[in-house]
């Protein structure tokens, strides 16, 4: 591997961090999928071929390997870390309250997604990649990734206006 190689994997970490949390559902997992998609990188460095984007080919690796291990483990519920969710800076706690609950919904909300859904919604909601990229880095067609993204927003929104009878009073409330 070469030096260069090894200088834009580092810059790439951070992406890839959040790419593997947002696949794996909480810290731990998403720290220990990144770790194993970065060995597996550095140990098929010679796969990779210069001139190509690095970005895809790690995502493409990450990517696979969360799939190798919701195959071996079947059904999994993926959940929230609520340490991490705590650990949110304060400001007003009532609004800080209804933001950490309304993140903490949209991230159940998202968890609940298909896995081939949510990967794609990771990857150009979160990590900005573009249809090509994303269907580049997931090997599938770009209007399945259109169509898979598609039915991602429709669930989400669905699933996150649905208002329970305890918020809506709390809103009728402060009006």
């Known amino acids: 591997m070469n030096q260069t190689m090894r200088e ?7 992406r890839l961090r959040r790419f593997a949390y947002g696949l794996a559902g909480n810290m731990a997992d ?9 060995l597996r990188a550095l140990d098929r460095a010679d796969q990779w071929r210069p001139g190509t984007r690095l970005d895809s080919w790690v995502y493409r690796i990450l990517q696979n390997l969360w799939i190798d291990q919701i195959r071996s483990r079947r059904r999994r519920e993926i959940a929230v870390d609520e340490d991490v969710m705590a650990s949110f800076p ?3 706690q009532a609004r800080e309250m209804e933001a950490k609950l309304g993140l903490a919904e949209a991230r159940r909300e998202v968890a609940k997604l ?6 794609v919604l990771l990857l150009v909601s979160v990590e900005g990649a573009s249809y090509k990229e994303a269907a580049e880095i997931l090997e ?10 598609s039915r ?3 669930t989400l929104g669905q699933a996150l206006s649905a208002e329970s009878p305890a918020s809506s009073d709390a809103t009728r409330a402060r009006s």
């Not at 834009?8 to 951070?14: A, G, H, I, K, S």
């Open 140 to 149: 599938i067609p770009i209007g399945t990734v259109m169509s898979r993204l």
């Open 152 to 154: 991602a927003r429709l």
């Open 30 to 38: 998403g720290d220990d999928l990144l770790q194993s998609a970065c």
């Open 114 to 119: 298909p896995a081939e859904q949510r990967a």
């Open 90 to 92: 304060g400001g007003d």
């Open 8 to 14: 834009e994997l580092v810059t790439l970490l951070p």
